[in-house]
């Protein structure tokens, strides 16, 4: 087998591994939405909250029924050691491959931010979640992670989308520049879409799931 064979080989492995993980993220946020519509309870306004009960009692709960077995979900996790004790970055989840659990620096990142249409939160989810990818403040061992946006209320998602592009494009760092693609399998409370980023000579691929939790907030 060629090294250009291999690599496409594991290229396709990956997105097929990542493509999961959106997939499962999605259904678990529909899941959530309809139990707790359907009981009658509402999630906490608060960004850690929402995070560990998705965690807790969904992603870690739900495996066997969705057939994610070979794929470990960890909250907070410190990212980058720089010595002297310190870390630069802590993220909300890490999901780890089963056949790569012996790779240390081997993981997806999901990070995780709460979104109210509001200038103010917009501004946020950039610069402290989508530019801490482009910095390097957290890691993108495969080229691909996934930001998590909790819709906390009623607001035009596409439109509110295109606030957050903006924001982020008129960044001074040409890195941070892309363009928000929609992907076919959105749906009325799960948007979804793409953006690829050039890192010096890298492509880096952010996912950006919003889940509109608007009604059970």
């Known amino acids: 087998m060629t090294a250009i064979l291999k690599k496409d080989i594991l290229y396709k492995l990956h997105q097929a591994n990542f493509q ?7 259904e ?3 899941l959530i939405i309809k139990d707790y519509e ?3 309870l509402k999630l906490p306004n608060d960004e850690n909250k929402i995070r ?3 965690l807790e009692e969904y992603l870690t709960k739900q495996k066997i029924e969705y057939k994610m077995e070979d794929y470990r979900f960890l909250p907070e996790v410190f990212e980058n050691y720089q010595g002297n004790g310190k870390y630069i970055g802590r993220v909300d989840i890490h999901v780890i491959l089963k056949n790569d659990f012996e790779k240390e620096e081997a993981y997806y990142v999901i990070e995780c931010k709460r979104i109210d249409g509001t200038k103010k939160m917009n501004r946020k989810y950039v610069e402290e979640g989508i530019a801490r990818f482009i910095t390097g403040k957290y890691s993108s061992y495969y080229g691909r ?3 998590l946006g909790f819709i906390i209320k009623n607001i035009d998602i596409d439109k509110n989308t295109l606030e957050i592009e903006k924001i982020q494009n008129a960044s001074s760092d040409k890195q941070m520049h892309s363009s928000f693609l929609s992907t076919s399998n959105s749906s009325e409370n799960i948007k979804t879409y793409k953006c690829v980023y050039s890192i010096n000579s ?3 691929q952010l996912v950006h ?9």
């Open 52 to 54: 560990s009960i998705m």
């Open 202 to 204: 890298n492509k880096l």
């Open 38 to 40: 359907n009981n009658k």
């Open 28 to 30: 678990i946020s529909l």
């Open 20 to 26: 999961k993980i959106i997939n499962y993220i999605q």
């Open 145 to 147: 992670n996934i930001m």
């Open 209 to 217: 799931i919003f889940s509109n939790y608007s009604n059970i907030i």
